[in-house]
């Protein structure tokens, strides 16, 4: 079983979210997500400042097996995209919660955080996948 | 679900991603796809391709019926073991399959065919053969292990069964030797030295294992895929197909012209399509620009499409995106990708990009 950080927030395509505590968010995909897509070799982030809707197709996954997208979880503008992925994309391979992280955005509205679904209700998702 | 190999349960038990592939249940990778990739371009890795069919060919008229089945001539093959990679045509200049044959004896071949097409070649084979003296037999009862990678030759020596173990290290680059039950080519789809193992499918659990412990890489589709595309090599259903043939997919240095009176299938409509100045050109492309290229996409010139990728992806040894194009002729060294709506730059190269560990194309 893939790992499921308990304080974080995630969708049902498989992104996760980090609330930094600061009016900001952090978003990556999930330790499933990487192991599913397989060895990545390139990400295309959003660029900073950037407006967002909900579930927007807002950055790109490449592994060495196909394209991917990464949907925002919520509406917000985004502050910085993760600059060390351009050199070392493989890091949402080997650390996807840590140094895989993707982008940080600034919410529209922070309350839409508990909208997306907790650690058990996406294990709930993924099983449904399988 | 799809066909097993007899080698199934080993790659279960290694923990493999298993997806469907040519009606056989194969595996994608055991971990990481581009650690096996190194493993092969470093060492040695090894991979279940049981799915593939070897089929014998024999009877006094198979050297006949082979130099009309196939557009390179097995006549080429002179000396006992001697392998030959070669298109089977339809008549109209498209490709049943691509194959590896090798010559066992006067009269005597094994064919390798791919795994998908498999059954449509045998029944295309028994189509042409009718009324010919010989005996077409698909061997379902043999495996088949291909061990890759400069390492490969030594790590597999020395679990080669006695009557075979000599004949096979001396063996020259595209031919293969065999003993009373195992067949040993020195040839691969990997651009690295290497042999491809033909055995009784029960006894492939031993022998895989027996390379795991020589400390050979098992190696997935996913790899094998990258490997060949590094190292130029088509791919049936992508590169080629039944529609388009060797001249459009940089295989036309596979057809034997000579002699002018071998009637191969095929023949007519490749000798018009040779003289036609429009014909398209299959290139290899390196994407300087950013992103990965893939299959199906569209290749510019100045926004005008000329061209289409018909096998992309991203090069492990070169830490870049490179693909095999079809495209319009003359179009100079450079152009671009359609990258998911934008056009990304990339330059016109000679593959293969990457042999024998070496990397074949400037950067």
Redesign the interface.
Known sequence: MSDLPSELRYTKTHEWVKDNGDGTLTVGITDHAQEALGDIVFVEAPEAGRALDAEEACAVVESVKAASDIYSPLAGEVIEANATLTDTPDAINTSPYGDGWIFRIAPADMSALDALLDAAAYEKVVEDEA | MGRHTPLYSQHARLGA?IVPFGGWDMP??YG???EEHHAVRRAAGMFDVSHMRPVDIEGEDAQSFLRRLLANDVAKLQSPGKALYSCMLNPAGGVVDDLIVYARGPNRYRLVVNAGTADKDIAWMREHAQGAALDIRPRDDLAMIAVQGPEARARTEPLLPEDLRAAAMQLQPFFGAEGAHWFVGRTGYTGEDGFEIMLPAEQAPELWQALIDAGVQPCGL?ARD?LRLEAGMNLYGQDMDDEIGPLESGLAWTLAWEPADRDFIGREALTKLRQDPERRVFVGLLLTG???I?NHQKVLVEGREVGEITSG??S?TLER?IALARVAPGIGDTCEVEI?GKPVAARLVKPPFVRNGKIRIDL
């Open positions: 991603r994608l990778h990481s796809q581009i996913g990258t950013r992103g990965v893939r992806g991203f492990p995106s998911r």
